[in-house]
């Protein structure tokens, strides 16, 4: 028959081997991992430095010189005058009554003037 | 001890014979160590036990520190921006420079530099030859030379592009080493070129915003953020450089600023030059006018003697001066430029920019008043803080030398000479209320320190005065239907060998907008700008620098998000005409 201290032993001993061979295993696995994330971080460091090179380029893409002459290439349109921006207030209605009757002030002295003043 | 014991279990078991005397022996033994014994042999089992325990548990943890990866550290970030930090370092190691909003200005690109070990190379001739068929701007016998040094080092090449550092490896020579480096690159070329300044092959900073913070641009990875805007910046500069080409003009140079924080907006100086490229040092071109160019400002100045006279309280806005004939001080004759000929009121001073009604006002406040209003408005005092290094230092005369004719010439901008930093700033504290705020080139939360130079209520006075020059005086090109512009000229005869030069000016126009609410002032300076068919042959400001101001206010005024102040009515009137 198996003494207790026997048992004790063995119990021991099959615990020790068990945690001993735990830790192995726990230590190969950290060990990959740490193999990724250095392989990730390296990608990260490589990605962020070809997005840093990317901005650049696509800042010196994007420099006013070049716009204009895309713009004056592709668009017709000319530059934005002061006189094209207009408060909303000032868009006529056709139901509001305190919009400017042009039709009693169309063709006066006053009218004709406002009218070369703005296309001056 | 021990043997003892044992000697004593040994007799008891295997000497019969002298069984008697030994019991007698024994037991006066025992009497005498038996408990002294066990005490002493427990103690040495327990050493035992524990020194066991000792190596056991020496064992256990270096079982498990041998289980554990090596050299693992684990440090808990404090929050989530750490972390991101750590994961993610910079590729760079200066800093990138941004504009306000946010645009990259200026950044560095990772690029490698060629070094060589002489004493390893094996064929110098082979290699000098290879390496002047990779790099064709570099010549066979340099490189020979350089190859054939008694060192370990010799720098040959700064940043190489990717494909010139793959054909000098497919060289295979084994001599030739790599060092990563960066090299700064100035995205939009001559745009912000005085703002920015260069840096060397080294990367140190030196001119610009790149030299003075230099420090900060190392020490941290963070975008350095500017005031500057791009978009203004480039539509002011394109407007110069048509002007510049339209009278011929030997420069121009622009400052945009925002007249309650003193950001700059925008600081235009031409000629310019690319600090992509490396620029011979005394090139006209690395003056930066806006902060070196000390200039008699000449009439803009006539804006600072009538502030002057309105916050002394000697003079009023109603008041009229004398300037039916030219006034003589100290021997020399002041006059006007298309003179009236009349008594004239404090704004017609401005309207018509006549000298002597500027005179007679300043006569009435004196001159101790006057320079200690000019020192307030810093006239007197080189702009320290503002972050670029290239700062001159005001001229003007000392106390002892301040006589009646300096205090006459000053009252119209001669006999001073300041830089357009100095009349742009001391300009945005007459427009804004009366706050003084110190120029600035950098976006920052704190706040510089401010100082009040006039009263709200001078400062109020002096709108008016400046947006009837726009609008019945010397300014009148430079008016914007919608944003008010008010703004005083200047036209200054260039000081050459202790006299004036009669056909060579610098032209400035002083401004701000809108009139009604300033938030921008704009100085525009144009160097000797010669006549044209459209100028009627005049070279005064009014033909030139004032309407390049107004084209430049009309194109940024939008773009600065300013509403123009249409009459509603006018407006509408305008739309129905265009359905």
Not at chain 2, 554 to 577: C, M, T, V, Y
Request: glycine share 6%; with cysteine.
């Amino acid at each position: 028959m198996i003494s207790t201290k026997t048992a004790v032993t063995a119990l021991w001993f099959t615990v020790t081997s068990f945690i001993i061979f735990g830790c192995f295993i726990l230590k190969n696995q950290v060990h990959e991992l740490e193999t990724e994330l250095k392989k990730i971080n390296q990608n990260i460091s490589t990605d962020v430095r070809n997005i840093h090179v990317l901005k650049a380029e696509w800042g010196r893409l994007n420099t006013p010189e070049r716009l204009r002459k895309l713009a004056f290439e592709h668009i017709a349109l000319d530059k934005i005058r002061a006189e094209q921006i207009i408060n909303y207030s000032a868009l006529p209605f056709e139901n509001e009554s305190s919009s400017v009757d042009l039709a009693s002030t169309k063709g006066s002295s006053e009218y004709k003037k406002l009218i070369k003043t703005h296309r001056d | 001890m021990l043997q003892v014991g044992f000697s004593k279990r040994k007799n008891n078991s295997y000497d019969f014979k002298n069984q008697r005397s030994m019991s007698l022996q024994n037991s006066l033994f025992e009497e005498t160590y038996s408990a002294g014994a066990l005490e002493i042999c427990r103690k040495r089992v327990n050493i035992a036990i524990a020194l066991f325990f000792a190596v056991y548990a020496v064992i256990a943890v270096r079982v498990f520190m041998v289980c554990l990866p090596h050299g693992i550290e684990i440090k808990l970030p404090e929050d989530e921006t750490q972390q991101r930090e750590i994961l993610i370092k910079a590729p760079i190691s200066r800093a990138d420079i941004v504009d306000r909003n946010g645009v990259v200005i200026a950044t560095s690109l990772p690029t490698v530099d060629l070094y060589a070990n002489p004493k390893k190379i094996q064929d110098a001739k082979d290699a000098a030859e290879k390496l002047s068929f990779v790099f064709p701007d570099m010549k066979y016998d340099d490189l020979y030379a350089k190859l054939t040094k008694k060192t370990s080092f010799v720098m040959l090449k700064h940043d190489l592009s990717p494909a010139k550092q793959s054909e000098v490896n497919a060289l295979g020579i084994p001599a030739l080493e790599f060092l990563t480096s960066e090299k700064r690159v100035y995205l939009h070329d001559n745009l912000f070129a005085h703002v920015l300044g260069y840096t060397n092959v080294d990367n140190v900073g030196q001119a610009g915003i790149e030299k003075f913070m230099h420090k900060r641009l190392t020490e941290s990875t963070k975008p350095l953020e500017l005031t500057v805007d791009l978009g203004i910046q480039d539509t002011i500069r394109q407007e110069l450089l048509a002007a510049i080409e339209k009278f011929s003009a030997e420069g121009a140079s622009a400052v945009l600023m925002d007249i309650n924080t003193g950001e700059v907006i925008s600081m235009v100086s031409l000629p310019d030059f690319n600090p992509n490229i490396n620029i011979p040092l005394g090139d006209k071109a690395l003056f930066n006018f806006t902060t070196l160019g000390t200039y008699e400002p000449g009439s803009v100045f006539k804006t600072f003697n009538t502030a002057l006279g309105l916050e002394s309280g000697k003079v009023k806005v109603t008041d009229k001066f004398d300037a039916t004939k030219p006034i003589t001080i100290q021997r020399r004759k002041i006059s006007d430029f298309h003179g009236e000929n009349r008594w004239l009121t404090v704004g017609e001073i401005l309207i018509y920019s006549s000298n002597i009604g500027s005179v007679q006002l300043v006569s009435r406040v004196g001159r101790k008043d006057q320079r200690k209003f000019l020192e307030n408005l810093g006239f007197f005092a080189p702009l320290t803080d503002f972050e670029i290094p290239e700062k001159a230092k005001p001229l003007f005369q000392s106390q002892k030398n301040w006589t009646d004719i300096t205090m006459a010439t000053v009252a119209y901008g001669h006999g001073i000479s300041v830089t357009p930093m100095h009349i742009i700033t001391a300009f945005s504290a007459l427009m804004n209320g009366g706050i003084y705020h110190a120029p600035t080139l950098i976006k920052s939360s704190v706040k510089k320190p401010s100082k009040r130079v006039i009263s709200e209520r001078t400062s109020e006075q002096m709108r008016p005065l400046l947006r009837d020059v726009v609008l019945y005086g010397s300014g009148k090109k430079a008016e914007v239907k919608g944003y008010e512009v008010a703004g005083k000229t200047g036209t200054a005869e260039k000081a050459v060998n202790g006299g004036y030069a009669k056909r060579r000016v610098t032209n400035s126009f002083l401004s701000a907008f809108p009139a009604s609410n300033p938030k921008y002032a704009l100085l525009v300076i144009i160097d000797e700008p010669k006549a044209t068919k459209e100028t009627w042959g005049f070279i005064t400001s009014g033909w030139n620098a004032a309407p390049t101001a107004g084209k430049i206010i009309s194109e940024i005024a939008p773009q600065l998000g300013l509403k123009a102040n249409f009459d509603l009515q006018a407006q509408r009137a305008h739309i129905k005409a265009m359905q």
